[in-house]
């Protein structure tokens, strides 16, 4: 699977920065000439994957590759999503080889920015390569592509802006989209598959460039939930309705099981406590407890 395409800063360091410096070198790349198109940033975690030789979708982060049956909490509302979503038939009808693509995006959360998660996808694409081709391809053609096979993408804010007249450090970061506050910074995609990103928020550890700002300091919210009074039967209500209009099932027909797996993903999007390695509870603890919650809702 091909790695994530670079996404380097405007800004940079004060002893790189020149009269007429963009930012890295690399990022002057995207503004030297054709055109742009900008999107918003979204707060996440880097999502790519492939459609494997035996036909499976193979999924990752921006560091490696997960076991089938090994998907991180943290990204499981995201790879349900796809999987439920993505239009296998169409893709690999359309494609002589549909190992050589990966498919690059952002698994949403609300974990730093109050997105509404009812209303913004848990995956969201970004980016496209093609190996046949060996390149990362052009907005508006990713753009299509995610489309043909149901998967939703950011709405760009502008397109065709000439790169040359565009200062990206002086660009208006706008309002979010999913919520009622600015977005996480503005992505800048030259139409040759380049990238470059000016943030309104900082960095997290892993630095990835694709919207993942993850928690790098302790606190106690990153180590505790509290699940009486997040998980209400007005919490489950929303869960299970929408779950049962996304499945194409009877909200009656529910199991506790089922209900405990959509709980988990949801509880991961809206706090750091099960998407850190900070030594919050367990996955086990926490299912534990919501299936005992989810059991007593299911039956009144």
């Known amino acids: 699977m091909k790695e994530f395409p670079p996404l380097p800063s405007v800004e940079a360091p004060a002893e790189e920065n020149g009269s007429d410096a963009v930012g890295h070198a690399a990022a002057a790349d995207a503004f030297r000439e054709g055109h742009l198109w900008t999107e918003e940033l979204v707060d996440g975690d880097p999502l790519r994957f492939r ?31 796809v999987r439920e979503e993505f239009a296998r038939d169409a893709f690999v009808t359309a494609v002589e080889d549909p190992g050589s693509v990966t498919f690059f995006g952002v698994a949403t959360h609300a974990r730093r920015l ?15 390569h093609d190996v046949d081709g060996e390149r990362y391809l052009p907005p508006d053609t990713v753009r299509s592509a995610f489309e043909r096979v149901g998967l939703p993408t950011i709405d760009p804010i502008d397109k065709e802006l000439r790169a040359a007249h565009v200062d990206p450090r002086e660009y208006p970061v706008p309002e979010s989209q999913w919520y009622d506050g600015p977005a996480a910074g503005v992505v800048f995609h030259n139409k040759g598959g380049r990238r470059a990103v000016r943030r ?41 309705e929408g779950s049962s209009v996304d499945a194409g099932i009877d909200p009656d027909a529910t199991t506790v099981e089922a209900v405990v797996d959509r709980a988990l993903e949801r509880v991961a999007r809206e706090t750091p406590a099960l998407a850190s390695d900070l030594g919050g509870p367990s996955e086990n603890e926490v299912r534990s407890t919501l299936a005992g919650r989810v059991d007593r809702y299911l039956r009144s």
Do not use: M
């Open 114 to 128: 109050p997105y509404d998660l009812d209303r913004i996808p848990p995956f969201l694409g970004t980016a496209l």
């Open 51 to 81: 459609v494997t030789d035996a036909g499976f979708l193979e999924f990752g982060d921006d560091e490696r590759v997960f076991d089938h049956d090994a998907v991180p909490l943290r990204y499981r509302a995201a790879v349900r999503a």
């Open 200 to 240: 309104s928020l900082p960095v997290g550890n892993n630095g990835s460039g694709t919207g993942e700002t993850s928690e790098t300091h302790e606190t106690s919210e990153t180590k505790e939930i509290d699940l009486d009074d997040r998980v209400t039967d007005a919490w489950l209500d929303r869960l299970v």
